[in-house]
């Protein structure tokens, strides 16, 4: 009975060591903060979301993509980004860093255009799950929400 309550000690603390070594590297680097912005705890920093709902308050033609609105929004000075080779490099002046270690994000309530399995985020009490498709590609609809958060990798 003694060897078998050393064995089962033994093997108790064999798992508890190999749970540690490969849970030493991971560390979280963002979380949610209180006002629903993205934040990233080695870097302090935070920038808040870009939450785009297509409203009445401009004409959308059926096909318009979510760059198209943005296009509307630029040119009233709601909103200044930057397109480079089909990604969204940079909004209301912050941009993705070269390196890629950040960037830009494109989330949605449009549940015909998101793949759950890639993500979430939480803005406001409402969950939007990861666009499927970029910005120039997705077809925007009225009452749809996109948010654009800028993630650490």
């Known amino acids: ?3 078998f309550f050393n064995l ?3 093997f108790a603390v064999a798992i508890l060591s190999i749970c540690c070594i490969l849970c030493a590297g991971c560390e979280n680097t963002s979380f949610l903060g209180e006002s629903g912005e993205k934040t990233s ?3 302090q920093t935070s ?3 870009v939450v ?8 959308v033609a059926n096909g318009d993509t979510l760059i198209d609105y943005m296009n509307l929004l630029k040119t009233d000075g709601k909103i200044s980004f930057t397109v480079a080779d089909g990604f ?3 909004i209301n002046g912050i941009e993705n860093p070269a390196d890629g270690s950040k960037c830009w994000m494109l989330y949605t309530d449009d549940t015909e255009n998101t793949n759950s399995a890639w993500g979430s985020v939480e803005v406001d009490g409402v969950t939007y799950y990861s666009a499927a498709i970029g910005a120039d590609v997705i077809h ?3 009452g749809c929400t996109y948010v654009w958060y800028y993630l650490s990798f």
């Open 47 to 49: 920038v808040s979301p």
């Open 1 to 3: 009975m003694r060897k």
């Open 140 to 142: 925007i609809k009225k």
């Open 88 to 90: 969204v490099t940079s």
């Open 41 to 43: 705890e080695s870097s």
């Open 8 to 10: 089962t000690k033994l």
């Open 52 to 59: 785009i709902t297509v409203n009445d308050d401009y004409e």
